[in-house]
């Protein structure tokens, strides 16, 4: 464990240094196919992340070199594997995900310098309550998108059984035509229990998705809630998808997740359903009005869409555009994603600390007796919570 803590802070030290190297604005592709157009500076990473690899095993340095070039190199197979392996519960397979992890962030931040500091890609969150057509939303943007020479990646994030822990999985076989795009790659993912509606490694999937090359990555969580956006702490645009003739909208969603949004799109907004479709985009473009907005550069709207006629799509993609130009000029999308990265960074502490604090031998030894008081209301939960506490300090 000492030794891999040792391995990963010599590979961010080696990532860090090459911070300070001037750079020259350039056009960074893929090494394979534009070995010509490659920056020398991307080449000085590549070289200092390899020479901390011989610090791994032979098999392990032939697996991450095997997935890192397959992955820049945008086979679909090998950011399939690397997802599997960020997402995995083993001790040493984590490890090895997070000395990947710093290969692919080195990659991506040298073409982003090379972009003129400016995202690569463009990351969307879209959430909404079920029924209201997210998969087939998606199917029909990603082959929109597709068809005008994008790279799309979609990360459906699939409820979990609280019994079994597992999924059903449906996103992939709902998008039949986009999972045979070979432009398009599509991940679901179960919750695994997971409060936000998103894992833990959503976030990672995100960044391994955008340095295989996918310039659109598309994350759809789960329901709508109180908790359900935590989405829209890793994504540049937060939409929220709602069903026209639901009942009473308005009071339906919640408050919080509204005032997350930056675009309400009313989908199903064909045949019968486009008299209360028009109904409930007045409502929310007046309700939206009276929220505190979150940005200064951009106005949330409310637009509709079919993704069975596809009116309304072309509009609702020239809206994300104008929303990513309008922060990316201002600076707010860039100051948004290092605000992101703070916030998991302490998420994923909170679940580290909480785990170990679980599995602490005095804290498992007290727990079942102080869970048996708890529930006889012999002693407050405020109390039991104090001495488990005492125990796992001690």
């Known amino acids: 464990m000492r030794r891999m803590h040792s391995l990963l802070l010599r590979h961010i030290t080696a990532t860090n240094s090459l911070h300070h190297m001037p750079f020259s604005g350039c056009s960074l592709q893929h090494p394979k196919t534009l070995p010509h157009l490659i920056c020398k500076q991307w080449r000085a990473v590549n070289t200092a992340l390899n020479q901390n690899m011989q610090d791994l095993s032979g098999p392990e340095q032939r697996l991450l070199s095997k997935l ?55 990351r969307v969150g879209l959430s909404g309550p079920p029924g209201a057509g997210k998969s087939s939303f998606i199917e029909v943007v990603g082959k929109m998108l597709t068809g005008r020479g994008h790279k799309v990646s979609v990360l459906a994030v699939d409820p979990s059984s609280c019994t079994t822990g597992g999924s059903l999985m449906g996103d992939k076989t709902r998008m039949t035509e986009l999972s045979r795009d070979m432009n398009a790659f599509i991940r679901p993912s179960p919750t695994s229990g997971t409060l936000g509606g998103v894992t833990r490694t959503t976030n990672e999937a995100i960044v391994l998705c955008e340095g295989a090359g996918y310039d659109v990555v598309l ?7 109180q908790s359900e956006f935590a989405v829209a702490d890793m994504v540049d ?10 009942g009473d909208e308005l009071q339906g969603i919640k408050r919080g997740i509204i005032e997350r949004a930056d675009l309400v799109v009313v989908t199903k907004s064909d045949g019968d359903l486009v008299v209360p479709a ?7 473009t007046s309700a939206m009005k009276l929220l505190r907005r979150q940005s200064k550069s951009w106005n949330p709207k409310v637009v509709r869409a079919s993704s069975h006629s ?20 201002s600076g707010e999308l860039q100051g948004r994603r290092r605000a992101q990265q703070k916030v998991w960074m302490w998420t994923l502490i909170q679940e580290n600390v909480l785990a170990h604090f679980r599995h602490h031998p005095a804290v498992r030894e007290a727990l079942p007796r102080l869970e048996e008081r708890v529930s006889r209301v012999d002693i407050s939960p405020g109390l039991a919570s104090d001495l488990l506490l005492k125990a796992f300090l001690s």
Do not use: D
């Open 310 to 329: 596809a009116e309304g799509i072309s509009e609702v993609w020239a809206e994300m555009q104008s929303y990513r130009q309008a922060m990316l000029a």
């Open 68 to 122: 890192y070039t397959g992955l820049i190199g945008g086979q679909r197979a090998s950011l399939a594997e690397s997802i599997t392996l960020v997402e995995t519960q083993h001790l040493r397979k984590k490890e090895l995900a997070q000395v990947l992890l710093q290969r692919v962030l080195a990659y991506r931040r040298e073409q982003e310098k090379c972009n003129g500091g400016k995202p690569v890609a463009f």
């Open 278 to 284: 028009r109904r409930i985009q007045a409502e929310y």
């Open 219 to 225: 994350v759809e969580t789960v329901g709508v809630g």
């Open 237 to 246: 645009m937060f939409v929220l998808l709602i069903p026209p003739a639901g």
